[in-house]
T-cell receptor, first 111, second 115 residues
Framework: QKEVEQNSGPLSVPEGAIASLNCTYSDRGSQSFFWYRQYSGKSPELIMFIYSNGDKEDGRFTAQLNKASQYVSLLIRDSQPSDSATYLCATFSGNTGKLIFGQGTTLQVKP | GAGVSQSPSNKVTEKGKDVELRCDPISGHTALYWYRQSLGQGLEFLIYFQGNSAPDKSGLPSDRFSAERTGGSVSTLTIQRTQQEDSAVYLC?????????????FGQGTRLTVV
């Protein structure tokens, strides 16, 4: 079992819709979770982080964390074509400083 | 500096040659991470440093790969006797510490092509 799992997609949504990106993790010791956005040919860019159970909102982005279910998600409201990218979920492995990533989900927002 | 800086941006090398990739982290960041990303693939963890020490080297693919960090700042990833399968983008990231609840930021990467 991979430590961080994401559906590779592509996830296709129409412009203006809500995009929902999901991530599961195996290590119950993981406490903090990060969402990175990566445009083709570019390096990953941190867009959200969440440390506590529940929701965290930042503009059009909402991160949701459910530690009991070992599940973290990213919602993008009013999706725009410029949101089309690969979204990477990351967490620290247990009590180590090893930051590990899922394979990423490709999001396509169609005008 | 303002962000994580990697050099060179692009490197083309002949099979069998050695290469050195450099990463200059954000000032004050004590943790530094190296990843490899092949075309269309996810981020493959290579190694991380906390200060000058590397608690986890488990991701280095073979003994041809090594990394060091001096002065708690700049890190160098060295690949000896490069092979075509080493072709990838090598990404470096840094954070204040290698702990939960700290955010890591990436450099622009070094695209390595072995011909």
């Amino acid at each position: 079992q991979k430590e961080v799992e994401q559906n590779s997609g592509p996830l296709s949504v129409p412009e203006g819709a809500i995009a929902s990106l999901n991530c599961t993790y195996s290590d119950r010791g993981s406490q903090s979770f990060f969402w990175y956005r990566q445009y083709s040919g570019k390096s990953p860019e941190l867009i959200m982080f969440i440390y506590s159970n529940g929701d965290k909102e930042d503009g059009r982005f909402t991160a949701q964390l459910n530690k009991a279910s070992q599940y973290v998600s990213l919602l993008i409201r009013d999706s725009q074509p410029s949101d089309s990218a690969t979204y990477l979920c990351a967490t620290f492995s247990g009590n180590t400083g090893k930051l590990i990533f899922g394979q990423g989900t490709t999001l396509q927002v169609k005008p | 500096g303002a962000g994580v800086s990697q050099s060179p941006s692009n490197k083309v090398t002949e099979k069998g040659k050695d290469v050195e990739l450099r990463c200059d982290p954000i000032s004050g960041h004590t943790a530094l991470y190296w990843y490899r990303q092949s075309l269309g693939q996810g981020l493959e963890f290579l190694i991380y440093f906390q200060g000058n020490s590397a608690p986890d080297k488990s991701g280095l693919p073979s003994d041809r790969f090594s990394a060091e960090r001096t002065g708690g700042s700049v890190s160098t990833l060295t690949i000896q006797r490069t092979q075509q399968e080493d072709s990838a983008v090598y990404l470096c990231a840094s954070s204040f510490v290698a702990l939960q609840n700290t955010e890591a930021f990436f450099g622009q990467g070094t695209r390595l092509t072995v011909v």
